[in-house]
């Protein structure tokens, strides 16, 4: 099986020592050899000398990881939001004890740590970050901000897990899609049961399982130094000796497990039912987020704090008509959360939205899936708040059109590959784009949400939200098929896939394929 060839980042020495001074660091101690570890979008099968990741761009990032047994079962992953400041260096460990990187409790040694950092210690250990990807990072995450990390995170010091999710009784059952996905897990081992705590391989990489195919975009598939190939044997590796120039920081060549998800009964319950919909909590009246519970291990894995999202607008006093209408346009709603949850900041709902994708997308989390669906749902059914808010519902659309090209950029990945070679997010991302053209509830909220917005009235919506409700009408016409007869705002997109000649997915793509730029004289921002 092929793999996927390291990227690499060629750089004077002059610009490398600004990076790493401009760019933060996350030094992660202990680690376990052949634990798989993800990085925004980027996954990594680690080595020996495997110390961390250098040259981070500063903002949000998501750390994850999950641990591999010696027959190349996986546990499940487990995924921290971290807000990154300007040439800071966040420190972890890896405690045996709970399976987990935690953070360390003594700030002493958290600074000896960063002087060490910065006088180099640990450079021929750290891995420099992909700045190459980085354009599709921001896409998928650009309004996450650490006040939503606050809100959202199960606890400062936990990281969120599908261990911690768990299905209330009388919950729905499993659509279509997730029976689909979870006959796709089952046939992917031949032993699909997975035990809570998987075995540390402590071994050499020859007795790795067989490759995996890794993805163009998205989360690549994990990659491991061949110490045969990289004498440092870690990520960050340098070329074979002899051949080794100092300033060329290149990544790993690509080993990697046969599975990178848990097994159905991880995934979607022992009882075969799907993991706990973040909308099962919204039975309830809209109040607080979502409790912590089940944390498998105390005080460091927990569910994430959704907010809490009501089907039915249910409210003494109002008549069958007033009920109709506040169900119909959830204007009301929304208004609630933004002010209540958000404190009217619009672009913290935005950010729980990606953050709900990237949970699932990355993190295999269906409670972030659930979410997601939950907040499309309230979001797209506020046909007057549109009028009021044109720059949220712009962000929105902007937001979901990303989101979904990253779903069908996986799907293809996993229809390139027999369901055996797919990876985990390219079965995820089938998984999505199944969602969306067998139930059609995408269809069903995306119609009269444009017909919205194509029909109002000069001055009730702003060009912004015109021109980026078109850009994502004449992407679900591409990809899905999808003739939503808005012949008004298909007219209107000057920067269309149909005017461009691209294909939907290539439309986000083509940032990517650019060099990247570095200012020096400019803050460091990517």
Known sequence: MASTAPYSISLNPDVARQLNHLGGTVLLLDVPPALILGFDQQTFQVGQKFK????????????????????????????????????????????????????????????????GVRRYDFDAGLAPYNLSAYA??????????????????????AWFSITAEE?????????????????????????????????????DDADLPTRMQSLSTGRQAPSTLDPRRAPTDCVSGSQPAGN??????????????????????KILGHDGNAAPAAVSCSSSEQGPPCSRQSQSRVGMVGRCQYSRLRRLVKAHGLTSQQLTEQNLDRSGQLEQLLHQRWHDQESCLVGELQWAFLAFLLCQSLEGFSQWKALLHLILSCSSAIQHCPTFFASVCAALRHQLAHGISQAKDAASANEDNADGQSLLGTFVTDELMAGGFMRQ??????????????????????????????????????????????????????????????????????????????????
């Open 167 to 203: 299905e209330p009784e009388g919950s729905r059952q499993q659509t279509k899609a997730e029976q689909q996905l979870s006959h796709q897990l089952s046939q992917r081992d031949g032993n699909p049961s997975l035990q809570p705590g998987c075995e540390q391989a402590g071994r």
């Open 445 to 526: 909220l995306l119609q009269p949400f444009l017909e919205d917005i194509s029909h109002a009235r000069t001055g009730q919506v702003n060009r912004q939200l015109r021109e980026e409700a078109s850009r994502l009408n004449s992407f679900v016409q591409q990809a899905f098929g999808w003739n939503l007869g808005l012949q008004e705002l298909r007219s209107q997109n000057v920067s269309s896939a149909h005017d461009s000649g691209l294909t939907p997915e290539a439309i986000d793509e083509a940032d990517d394929e650019a060099p990247v730029v570095i200012d020096l004289e400019e803050p460091y921002a990517l």
């Open 136 to 157: 599709t990072w921001q896409r998928l995450s650009g309004h996450i901000t650490p006040a939503v990390i606050e809100q959202l995170q199960p606890t400062p010091q």
């Open 52 to 115: 961390g990741l250098k040259m981070i761009p500063p903002g949000v990032h998501l750390l994850s990881f999950c641990q591999l047994s010696q027959t190349g079962q996986v546990a499940a992953y487990a995924g921290r939001f971290l807000s990154l400041a300007e040439g800071q260096v966040v420190v972890m460990r890896w405690d045996a004890s709970v399976e987990a990187l935690t953070d360390l409790p003594d700030q002493d040694e958290v600074d000896r740590y960063t002087l």
């Open 244 to 265: 080794r120039h100092p300033h060329r920081h290149q990544a790993a060549s690509i080993d990697s497990p046969s599975s990178v998800i848990p097994s159905p009964e």
